[in-house]
């Protein structure tokens, strides 16, 4: 019994000191909070970076333009964005950030991207067949995109070692057109940069 005892305590014992060890610790953040890392393009760049260029987008002339000729709000398709930097940047969320922006600046109307209508052109000809009249959506019914919003994302660094570490700086660079549709007019170009300074103390030997 004793030798089971003393089994029990050491088991106990053990766990508790990995536990005290591990180390890990995990805090909840506020969702509006930046927490920057590794000096990488983050979630907090995105959303900076759509932000302001929609706002800038949506203040110059060509939306009252169009609307004065047309007499009615522009509809915007955000297309591709390209990732032409030095890391992986998880270009869908950027151009998820850009489509929330517009939709939520009041200013034009959206149509869903080609990957999206592709699924909900295959639900709408499931319908044909498979809905009642009276809720089978349409074929040939589709809201056309009048202006394209698209660009790229590059990045640009350097770096330099001394004896206190390694200190960096790394820009971002975002650049995006808005080009008319059926004319192939650029009638917005915005860029935005992003610049990072990086430092990395020198670990002792």
Same mark, same amino acid.
């Given at each position: @019994? ?19 060890? /591990?180390?890990?610790?995990?805090? &909840?953040?506020?969702?509006? /909070? ?9 979630? /907090? ?7 302001? @260029?929609? #706002?800038?987008?949506?203040? $110059? ?22 990732? #032409?930097?030095?890391? $992986? ?24 991207? !080609? ?5 909900? &052109? ?10 009642? !009249?009276?809720? @089978? ?17 590059? /990045? ?11 200190? #960096? ?16 007019? &650029?009638?917005?170009?915005? &860029? ?14």
């Amino acid at each position: @019994m004793k030798n089971f005892y003393l089994s029990a305590i050491i088991i106990v014992i053990t766990f508790a000191l990995i536990s005290c060890n /591990s180390g890990t610790r995990v805090t &909840r953040v506020d969702l509006d /909070s930046h927490i920057d890392l590794s000096g990488r393009w983050n979630d /907090s760049d995105s959303q900076l970076v759509a932000q302001e @260029m929609i #706002r800038d987008a949506i203040s $110059h002339p060509w939306i009252n333009n169009f609307a004065r000729v047309n007499n009615r709000t522009p509809v915007v398709i955000v297309g591709e964005v390209r990732n #032409r930097s030095r890391e $992986h940047i998880e270009t869908l969320a950027f151009t998820k950030d850009l489509e929330r922006e517009l939709i939520n600046s009041g200013r034009v109307r959206f149509v869903a991207s !080609a990957d999206e209508r592709q699924g909900i &052109r295959d639900e709408r000809l499931d319908q044909q067949t498979q809905s009642s !009249a009276e809720t @089978m959506k349409r074929l040939g019914q589709e809201t056309g995109a009048d202006f394209y919003l698209g660009g790229v994302i590059t /990045s640009e660094g350097d770096a330099i070692t001394t004896n206190r570490g390694q200190q #960096r700086v790394i820009r971002y660079i975002t650049n995006l057109e808005l080009t008319h549709i059926e004319t192939n007019e &650029r009638v917005w170009i915005g &860029r935005k940069e992003i610049r990072k300074f990086i430092e990395q103390p020198r670990r002792g030997r």
